[in-house]
């Protein structure tokens, strides 16, 4: 079992940045492909950025390339999102989810990952 918990959401202005953390405990992260989502009130929830077990390739959403940077250390059981340059439109709760697959591909459906964690709010004020 695989149990994850996000951490340094918070309430900031835009053009503010934040860095997201998601802790790892139970398992070893090098053995799934990591990813961040989000999930703003009354919307479907979509896939922010994603990383492989390498940390070789990475995926990004439309909206965040140029300004979030994922990033994983599998020997500190960590992963992080680095957001810059937030906008109004970044709100939502960001959650840390693991995929096991064993092909090390990338997908977007958040029903392709099979562990989660609680979340946590990133509010974007203007």
């Known amino acids: 079992q695989l149990q994850l918990v996000e951490s340094g959401g918070g309430l900031v202005q835009t053009g503010d940045s934040l860095k997201l953390s998601c802790t790892a405990s139970g398992r070893t992260i090098s053995n799934y492909v990591m990813a961040w989502f989000r999930q703003a009130p009354g919307q479907e929830r979509e896939i922010v950025a994603a990383?492989?077990?390498?940390?070789?390739?990475?995926y990004y959403i439309d909206s965040v390339k140029g300004r979030f940077t994922v990033s994983r250390d599998n020997a500190k059981n960590l992963v992080s999102l680095q957001m810059n340059s937030l906008k109004p439109e970044d709100t939502a709760v960001y959650y840390c989810?693991?995929?096991?697959?064993?092909?090390?591909?990338?997908?977007?459906?958040?029903?392709?990952?099979?562990?989660w964690g609680q979340g946590t709010q990133v509010t974007v004020s203007s």
């Open positions: 990383v492989r077990r390498s940390g070789t390739r990475s």
């Open positions: 989810a693991a995929d096991r697959r064993t092909d090390d591909t990338i997908v977007t459906p958040p029903e392709s990952y099979d562990y």
